[in-house]
């Protein structure tokens, strides 16, 4: 069983930076960022594989930047210049399957989850 926990959620003014953290017990071939915000469905934030590739959604590309410490087990978010927009609770998830490019935009098809890391964007 895979088990995934993100850190590193808070509450910061429009503008700042938040580094978010999910340690996993295994790492297996894909993970990546997702967020849900109030009312709104999720979507994929930033996705990497084993092979290195990454994919980011075209809301974050330039602010955000996702990476991996293959001896930890731990995936990371970078994220800057952050937006009110960029509230929401920010979950990880992996997948053995799918690449990163496939991740990004298949949610509903991560096989495993993290209980999520709240991420609150005041302007």
């Known amino acids: 069983q895979v088990q995934l926990v993100e850190s590193g959620g808070g509450s910061v003014q429009a503008g700042g930076s938040l580094r978010l953290s999910c340690a996993a017990s295994?790492?297996?071939?894909?993970m990546g960022w997702f967020r849900q915000a109030p009312e709104k469905e999720r979507e994929g934030v930033a996705t990497i594989d084993l092979g290195g590739r990454v994919s980011y959604a075209d809301s974050v590309k330039g602010r955000f930047t996702i990476s991996k410490d293959n001896a930890k087990n731990t995936l990371y978010l970078q994220m800057n210049s952050l937006k009110p927009e960029d509230t929401a609770m920010y979950y990880c998830?992996?997948?053995?399957?799918?690449?990163?490019?496939?991740?990004?935009?298949?949610?509903?098809?991560?096989?495993?989850w993290g209980k999520g890391t709240l991420v609150t964007i005041s302007s």
């Open positions: 295994v790492y297996i071939y894909s």
């Open positions: 998830a992996a997948d053995s399957r799918m690449t990163a490019g496939q991740a990004l935009g298949n949610y509903n098809d991560m096989a495993y």
